[in-house]
């Protein structure tokens, strides 16, 4: 007898779930071992569980359920709290999620990462995570604030104001970085261009040396500019480039023009 479309469509799921981690984790090796290895796939296991019981009315069995989660995994996952698919906990321990928050799909969180709350009023309390969302080790996100989809939060920050999408947030409090530009893309294909790797934690740690290179390509993206309509309008006077190429080479490149050399001294001439 085949599948039904529940179990088919069940089972494309946990394969998709899978795989994202796969995807996600250099460290995993097959989905047997995410599924009976990984404390954040497990805690999210019983969370599936315990919130369907929230919903239904069945408070104590559901809580009961997240802290036997918590004894197993060291992950506390409120009953309440709302998870997108393919919600992925790296390592995990430590990790605290309140009962009024929300993530999208996709999401990765790192050990110790906290989303809280700042008030005891009953009401909305605690972060949403928009999609693709990566929020590092020790990162304690609070309040009833929005993080916007694709935006990536550094490790230790303290995070209490909205992020806007694709942004990334680092220190304490969480200061934004804003998304990467049309001048950052420019920089990385400079970078690449001129022989060298981008500096790819530039962006989410700053620092005075990285700070330094970025001058230095922003200078060198302008005088590329200037020197491809320099050469335009050589072209265009119909200047062969191909004559002052060979005239750089054979006097050096960046002369300014070709070297004269004093004429050595003739011996006099004697009359016999």
Known sequence: MGKTGVEQTGSVAAKGYFASILA???AARSWFDVATLYPGVQALGLHRLAHALWRRGWRWAAQAVARLSRFLTGIEIHPGARIGRRFFIDHGMGVVIGETAEVGDDCT??????????SWQPEKRHPTLGNNVVVGAGAKV????????GARIGSNSVV?????PGA???G????VVVKRSERERTRAALAQKIGFEAYGQAAQMPDPVAQAIDRVLDHLA???RRMG???EELRKAGIPLTDLTEISNRHGNGAAGPKHEAAAPQPPEHNS
């Open 24 to 26: 996600r984790d250099p």
């Open 109 to 118: 969180l790192y050990q110790g990462v906290t989303l809280g709350g700042t």
């Open 142 to 149: 609070l309040g009833p604030i929005t993080v916007g989809d």
């Open 160 to 164: 209490v104001k909205d992020v806007p």
């Open 168 to 170: 990334t947030v680092v």
């Open 172 to 175: 304490i409090p969480g200061q």
């Open 222 to 224: 302008v005088v590329d």
């Open 229 to 231: 309509a320099l050469c």
